[in-house]
């Protein structure tokens, strides 16, 4: 062989080579699955440190992952081609920018578009190092840990009384009629850390009622402690999300002959779990239908009005991200009902995009979230049963999360995007096996 076709020729890597980057790889994604949920317990970690454990772990995540991407695998991966997942969510945030260069706040946007880019990176490094059902399983596992961790700490807060690990305002001063919420292992509001631990439950009640025999007891534990902690956390975006996923798993045995017996068996648990439901919980829930029990109620149909009119005034390109809280607080909405005067964000997620990022970011949003959804109900219909309990799990997961979602803005939400390279991870790995059969 010539010295040009040497020096043209494809470096080649050495199957074994290739599947230790992968699992060096696999570290600081794991970390990253448990400390974004556990961000409390990262950020002590941290402490006295001139970096912070977050962007230490998103470093090496990217790191490693540039270097799987550089170097040529020996061999077709299981997960090549079709990117239509990757390309959507591309495209989402390409129209983001450019949203923002048309928006009137722009440092604002700025900010905005670097959380959302944070969150973002980490699911294009799913798609490239989770290649198999056994690295799926193990992120999987690692969320479903770092749930129950947090689960254990928000019923150790409720016992005590006391704060264990969250440090920041939003995590330790929340409540509602003067009880305390708990945020588990988070710094984050209760709200969005009880809908991070929604997902690590229905992760963990998929994977059980989808015929895991393996590791059963394991989950159900992880179950009764991860409801129980959810019940006390009194998040009711949360609480709904995880009836709506657990709906999801019952339809899944509708032809099953005991099927009415089961939907009795959930009637009768839910009735019956009503007299021993924390008084927090129970008040949150009936001041739904009473303003005067709870004036947020006022602020967040406030920010649906001010949201659709936001729309009218731009449609295509909306108002650009993050600068909803800007808008809200202008005279031009001053005297709605509930309006505050510090800067809110719209509490819907889905409106929350078509005001930022207009009609057409929102129908981008939209399109990578629904390619997800479908990619975890094709694996689930897979041929292998390790892969169709592992899509099971995932799309129960994540359309729990996408209905709690209604109640809060969680468009840059790291655990979302997370959950939305998972499944589409699932899909393709499912596709990847048709192939071969």
């Known amino acids: 062989m010539s010295s040009r076709s040497i020096a043209e020729a494809p470096l080649a890597v050495p199957p074994a080579t290739a599947a230790t980057m992968r699992a060096v790889a696999m570290v600081p994604l794991l970390a990253y699955a448990v400390l974004t949920q556990l961000d409390a317990v990262a950020n002590r970690i941290s402490a006295g440190l001139p970096i912070g454990t977050t962007e230490l772990i998103l470093a090496a995540l990217l790191g490693s992952t ?34 923002w260069t048309m928006s009137r706040h722009a440092d604002a946007g700025l900010d905005y578009l670097q959380k959302l880019a944070i969150a973002l990176l980490p699911a294009f490094c799913v798609l490239v190092i989770v290649d198999t059902p056994v690295r ?19 019923v150790a807060e409720w016992r005590t009384g006391t704060r264990i690990v969250s440090t920041s305002i939003a995590a330790t001063t929340a409540g509602f009629a003067g009880v305390a919420r708990s945020a588990g292992g988070s710094d984050q509001n209760p709200t969005t850390a009880a809908q991070m631990l929604l997902v690590s439950l229905l992760l963990a009640s998929g994977w059980l009622f989808s015929g895991k025999r393996l590791w059963r007891i394991v989950l159900a534990s992880v179950m ?3 409801t129980f902690a959810l019940v006390l956390a009194s998040a009711r975006s949360a609480i709904i999300g995880y009836a709506a996923g657990l709906g999801l798993i019952g339809l899944s045995f509708r032809h099953k002959p005991y099927f009415p017996l089961l939907v009795l068996a959930g ?9 021993f439901l924390p008084p927090t919980l129970v008040a949150r829930f009936t001041a739904i239908g009473d303003f005067g029990l709870d004036p947020t109620l006022y602020r967040r149909i406030t920010y649906l009005r001010i949201g659709a009119d ?11 991200p993050g600068n909803f809280p800007l808008y809200y607080v202008t005279d031009a909405y001053r005297w709605m009902p509930g309006r505050e005067v510090y800067p809110r964000e719209l509490h819907n997620t889905y409106l929350d995009a078509a005001t930022e990022y207009g009609i057409v970011g929102f129908f981008l949003f939209a ?9 975890a109900w094709r694996a689930a219909q897979s041929a292998s049963p390790q892969l169709a309990r592992i899509g099971m799990a995932v799309g129960v997961a994540l359309a ?5 979602c209604f109640f809060m803005p969680h468009k840059d939400l790291r655990y979302l995007w997370l959950l939305v390279a998972i499944a589409i991870q699932c899909g393709r790995l499912a596709r990847a096996q048709e192939r071969i059969s």
């Not at 270097?67 to 020996?74: A, N, Q, R, Y």
């Not at 936001?310 to 909306?318: D, E, N, R």
């Not at 399109?367 to 990619?375: K, T, V, Y």
Request: glycine content about 12%.
């Open 66 to 99: 540039a270097l799987l991407l550089l170097s040529p695998p020996p061999a077709a991966s299981a997960t090549s081609g079709n990117h239509t997942g990757a390309r959507l969510i591309a495209a989402m945030f390409c129209w983001a920018v450019f949203s």
């Open 136 to 154: 799926l399983r193990w992120l999987l596992w690692a969320i479903i840990a770092a749930g129950t961790v947090s689960a254990a700490i928000v």
């Open 224 to 226: 009764a402690l991860g």
């Open 267 to 275: 009637i009768v648990a839910a009735i019956g779990a009503l007299p």
């Open 310 to 320: 936001l729309i009218g005034q731009s449609p295509i390109w909306g108002v650009g």
């Open 367 to 375: 399109a990578a979230l629904g390619f997800a959804l479908l990619s």
């Open 400 to 404: 729990g999360l996408m209905v709690a």
